[in-house]
Structure formats: structure tokens, C-alpha cells
């Protein structure tokens, strides 16, 4: 797909305040969202599904520094099924240390973190799809 297509495509949404778009075009696709503005440090996740037995927050309030995916694709928490989580809740990081990976279109992308602190909640399943911008994890 052309670049400069891809460029007009994202200047007619911004006119006509569309939030997202996909288009398929023979055997390439490609699916643009806009990120919406965030004024405050705090943000409620309805989608996420949580038990008692996998400590993610239901609708609660998050506060913190959040790491949302930059791409759209599949959460993992580690480089294989065999490996260790890259982090768990508690877990001290700085930044540039791989919180998580996101495959996309084949590709798996290491997920970095952005800023130094304490993971204080995984916001996401393991193996779970995830949008662009959605919010992965909170760092204190």
C-alpha cells in the first residue's frame, strides 16, 4: 500500500472527524484510529474481564503512569509460552525495559516501558487482542 495513500487517508479522517477506518485493498489491509485527547492520569476499562483468581481490575478507577499499545495485535506477556513473564505486578522497571510483546501482522514487537516505577496492575489477558491505544499496564 502506498505511503502517501496512507497520509491522505489520515488527513480526510481528521476533516471529517472520523475515529477509525479500515480499508482492504486485494491481499494488503490497513486499519488507522486516532487517539483520543486524555486529560487526566486515571481511566476506566470496561472491556476488561476480570476474575478473583487473575488480579486485573473490573471497572475500577487506575491510577499511574498507563502504557497503552501502541499498535494493534496480540498480548503476550512473555517471548514464548515456556518463558517467564516479562513483568508481574510489583515488578520495579526503568525505562526501556520489555514489559510485554505485541504481534502484529506477523511481526512480534517488544513493548518497552516508557518510564521508571513499580507495575502496578497488568490491565490485559495474556493472548488477548488488543486495540490501538488501549491500556496495557499502570506504573507508579
Not at 14 to 38: F, M, N, P, T
Not at 53 to 81: C, E, L
Amino acid at each position: 500500500m502506498d505511503l502517501n495513500k496512507v497520509k491522505q487517508l489520515i488527513e480526510l479522517m481528521e476533516q471529517a472527524d472520523v475515529q477509525e477506518i479500515e480499508l482492504k485493498e486485494g491481499d494488503e489491509s490497513i486499519r488507522i484510529c486516532r487517539r483520543l485527547a486524555v486529560t487526566s492520569n486515571t481511566v476506566v476499562t470496561p472491556q476488561q474481564v476480570s476474575t478473583t483468581d487473575d488480579n486485573r481490575p473490573v471497572g475500577k478507577a487506575v491510577k499511574g503512569h498507563i502504557v497503552r499499545a501502541p499498535m494493534v495485535g496480540t498480548f503476550y506477556q512473555a517471548a514464548s509460552p515456556a518463558s517467564p513473564a516479562f513483568v508481574e505486578p510489583g515488578a520495579q522497571v526503568k525505562p526501556g525495559d520489555t514489559v510485554c510483546i505485541i504481534e502484529s501482522m506477523k511481526m512480534m514487537n517488544q513493548i518497552k516501558a516508557e518510564q521508571a516505577g513499580v507495575i502496578e496492575a497488568i490491565l490485559v489477558v495474556d493472548g488477548a487482542a488488543v486495540e490501538y491505544d488501549q491500556p496495557l499496564f499502570t506504573i507508579n
